[in-house]
């Protein structure tokens, strides 16, 4: 079983930029698609971006599209969120977890998630 921590979170303006990482543990990393979402408070968690195992596809939710990017390094074990533009409606919790089989946006099929790391953005 993979386990997760993320990093990088923080307050930044309207317009500003972050990047999160998400550090893994255990051999088994290329083994996952990864995934990020977040939550805000009262909401439900939503599907924020997934990488394939070997990098060779991702998947955004409309409303970070163009401003998001996700990436990972499997010899680092590490996944990353890029975020661009950022908007007072991005602030929430943003979580990473590890997925076995590909089933993008579907929180039950992640097998693990990490803690969460806050992004709060200022207008």
């Known amino acids: 079983q993979v386990q997760l921590v993320e990093s990088g979170g923080g307050l930044v303006q309207a317009g500003g930029s972050l990047r999160l990482s998400c550090a893994a543990s255990g051999r088994t990393f290329s083994s996952y698609h990864m995934g990020w979402f977040r939550q805000a408070p009262g909401k439900e968690r939503e599907f924020v971006a997934t990488?394939?195992?070997?990098?060779?596809?991702?998947y955004y939710a409309d409303s970070v599209k163009g401003r998001f990017t996700i990436s990972r390094d499997n010899a680092k074990n590490t996944v990353y969120l890029q975020m661009n533009s950022l908007k007072p409606e991005d602030t929430a919790v943003y979580y990473c977890a590890a997925q076995y089989y590909l089933n993008v946006g579907d929180t039950t099929t992640y097998a693990a998630w990490g803690q969460g790391t806050q992004v709060t953005v200022s207008s």
């Open positions: 990488i394939t195992r070997s990098a060779g596809s991702t």
